[in-house]
């Protein structure tokens, strides 16, 4: 089931007025959100990111991988830096050294500590005179500069550019970042569902009716988005109609809602030729018409009901199995 906010997202894309819808990410809450599809997903559907993954999975969009970031546990900015830091303090100012421990008193400090000339080294806690570095055992530690403890390695850790805190990686909230764009299938997806709306609309401007495409409706207190929408003003009737791929109880029951509280007649148009099992007996309760959509928005009466929604292939795959046909 396709929305009228999900088939107008889906537009943009395909005549170019969207490129792809790319990801931010809200410093408040961590969340990452595609601000741009839900505009034009508007306030009925579910969250951007739902939509455009399942559209992904569909083979209608592509999902391209932009970065990994990572947030603040502190203060939620974006973009924590990579870093090394002190296991005393935390502190991020170490810096590898070479150190000096002298074996006899067992004072450990910095090679240039014990450098007193060329050659020569004393050491700076017993003042011993070390002339050959016998009794000196010597290695690479890195010292923090704040506190001064040394260790073999230091921490990693990620540190963030606006608060300055630095937290272990596990710490940090991870985000993953895609882009989402229109498959070449997509692309004809999307046209095969926008020809059975014109067509839709044309049929009802010829029989009379101002009807208008990606229209909303009054339901009482509550406007509601439909593919479709036309009245006669003169016969005092009403017209709504919803363009499914293949329609299901779901799209059908919705369908039948609006059409009550508009008091207009509806009409249920597969683009796949077939609806799922329970639509016809919803169908007839309601009064409701299923028509047939050709992949050139042609409409017919002529429908089959699908018993099980995996034995028919989607309109995606059967325009992908056409494109690869010699």
Known sequence: MVSPGTLTALTALADGSQAEYEPTIDTDSGTVSYPDAAARLGTGDPAAFEVLEALARRGILGKT?????????????????????????????TVETELFEHMTCGHIAPREEFEVGPEEYVCPDCEARLDSLDGVERGMRHVCQDCGSYSESPEHGLRCRDCGDIYAPGDATERVLCRYALTDEGTRWVEAQLAARESMVETLEERGFDARANTTVDTGGSEQPVHVYGEDALLDSRVVAAVHERPGREAATQLRDIAAATDARPYLVTTLGAVEEGVVAIAEGADMRILSADRDGSLSNDYQVAEDRRTSPSLVQRIASAVKQP
């Open 65 to 93: 991988f932009e970065e990994k970031v990572y947030l603040c546990p502190g203060c939620g900015a974006e973009g924590m830096a990579y870093t090394t830091a002190c296991p005393g303090c935390g502190s991020a100012h």
